[in-house]
């Protein structure tokens, strides 16, 4: 029998309204009427214009081998590859700068990541742009899988990072739209909820920045071109990813076994300006997830948002980063 | 502005306060806090209509928080700063975590589950079935969670162990 004291709970809830202390100001109630149209706007014209999306082509990069070739429309660009080596690209995410091992428990370790790839880790997909590097990476003894980036030039505002994941993770499935996907239970499901760094392509602006808030949204703005990347591990059936940006072009991803790093470099459109003037960060338009057959799996015209019951989206086929518990 | 958008306002400015509490005694941060809360008001705008007319609008809202908090810790490697490193209002910069009370410290100090159940069931109250469900675990590891967390915070509070901010904490994970 356990005799430790414990806390009196009357004495936690009222010692608790006593702990918030002065507060800071809540942004404006029209910020959280924005944040709500805007979600709401995306999740209607995706779906309403989805037949018109544009589908454009990017003429850059070199054919990867590991997507399969039937999957691969010739208008649509592949993932542009690294000019550095396999062996440079894997030296490059060894450093151990910013290193985090996160496990099913929630333990993080920094100190374990580099270690628990092993000696000889397997570069499983890359893409570059400019100014970073995307890869995955598996261990030697497959029991590990990490996502990396880091920056192709100094001082340019990327931070080196690798995060190391166990590969033993699966997700409950059943039946959806006639295919074995992931039904949350419902709608709040962590992995559908997400947070700020969810596993999705995400916008961002190249031009290096001091300024921070709206002069900050201001000059971004100006910026010549956005940046779209994105890692993830998703479940192995995933062979191919397209990937449409907020300029309307469709991008291949260099995918393999459910591994995938996407990385593009499109140039600023007034709408997409007009979006990060106003502090928002437009997300894909569409993503396409096809078997090793070429068969489509699923094509989420609305990114990130979740499906209704019995419908499918790419989170039917979730991040297995985000699937550790 | 239309009629259910008018309710909305109505909900927000009467709970927005509260949610942001929640958040903040889950996460020890105002700003994570307000984040959150963000993110959860914005989903639940677009779920206005089905949820407030079945009267759920802040159960969803607080299993939107208390559930993506759980996985906020997890990707936070990647930041960095070459663009759009805010998309939201910045929030003023006069709180930080030194104003924290001792107990938002000790709370802050217990695991993620612990900490989110005895939030749960001993501040708002929820009874050990709701706040199971809440949490999607079982009401044995509700209960579990909530004799082991409160006799955490009560040896951090009694014996003055409450760490400088956050020093324990990504051990406590």
């Not at chain 2, 956050?166 to 051990?171: C, D, L, N, P, S």
Request: hydrophobic content about 40%; overall charge negative.
């Amino acid at each position: 029998m356990n005799d430790q004291k414990i806390l009196d709970p009357a004495e936690f809830a009222a010692r608790l309204n006593d702990s918030f202390g002065t507060e800071p100001l809540h942004a404006p109630f029209a910020d959280d009427v924005r944040r709500g149209r805007k979600r709401l706007r995306r999740r209607r014209v995706t779906a309403s214009l989805a037949t018109l999306a544009a589908v454009g082509v990017v003429g850059t990069g070199v054919a990867t081998m590991q997507t399969p070739s039937s999957v691969r429309p010739a208008e649509v660009a592949p993932a542009a590859q690294p000019e550095l080596t396999e062996a440079e690209i894997l030296a490059q995410c060894s450093t151990g700068e910013n290193a985090l091992f996160l496990d099913g428990t929630g333990q993080r370790d920094e100190g374990d990541a580099v270690r628990l790839l092993g000696e000889r880790p397997t570069l499983m997909t890359s893409a570059v742009i400019d100014n970073r590097t995307h890869a995955t990476l598996r261990s030697e003894d497959g029991e590990y899988w990490g996502e990396c980036q880091f920056r192709n030039t100094p001082d340019n505002g990327v931070k080196n990072a690798l995060a190391v994941y166990p590969t033993a993770v699966d997700f409950p499935r059943r039946t959806v739209a006639g295919v074995q996907a992931y039904q949350p239970a419902n709608e709040a499901d962590p992995r559908f909820t997400g947070g700020p760094d969810s596993p999705l392509p995400s916008l961002e602006v190249p031009c290096v920045s001091l300024l921070s808030g709206e002069e900050r949204w201001a000059v971004d703005a100006k910026c010549p071109q956005f940046t779209m990347t994105w890692t993830d591990r998703r479940p192995a059936e995933v062979a191919a990813v397209k990937v449409v940006t907020p300029d309307g072009k469709a991008s291949w991803a260099d995918v393999r076994e459910g591994y995938l790093s996407f990385a593009y470099t499109g140039d600023m459109t007034p709408e997409i300006a007009a979006q990060v003037a106003r502090g928002e960060a437009p997300g894909a338009k569409r993503v396409v997830f096809y078997d090793a057959a070429g068969e489509v799996l699923v094509d989420d015209r609305d990114p990130g948002e979740v499906p209704g019951r019995g419908e499918l989206s790419i989170l039917s086929f979730p991040s297995l980063a985000w699937w550790l518990e | 502005m239309r009629r259910s958008e008018t309710e909305f306002a109505t909900f927000v400015a009467a709970r927005r306060p509260h949610l942001r509490r929640i958040a903040y005694a889950l996460c020890g941060d105002w700003h994570q806090a307000e984040d959150l809360v963000q993110t959860a008001l914005a989903k639940l705008y677009v779920a206005w209509p089905r949820l407030h007319k079945q009267g759920a609008e802040e159960a969803y809202t607080r299993r939107i928080m208390v559930r993506a908090n759980i996985d906020e810790s997890r990707r936070p490697w990647r930041r960095e700063s070459p663009g759009l490193d805010h998309h939201d209002r910045a929030m003023d910069a006069d709180h930080s975590e030194d104003d924290r009370s001792e107990l938002i410290q000790a709370l802050q100090q217990l695991p993620p589950m612990q900490r989110k159940v005895v939030v749960l069931r001993h501040w708002l109250d929820l009874s050990v079935e709701q706040t199971a469900g809440e949490l999607d675990i079982s009401t044995g590891t509700v209960k579990s969670h909530t004799s082991r967390g409160l006799a955490a915070l009560h040896r951090l509070l009694s014996a003055g162990d409450v760490d400088a901010v956050g020093a324990e904490r990504t051990r406590s994970l």
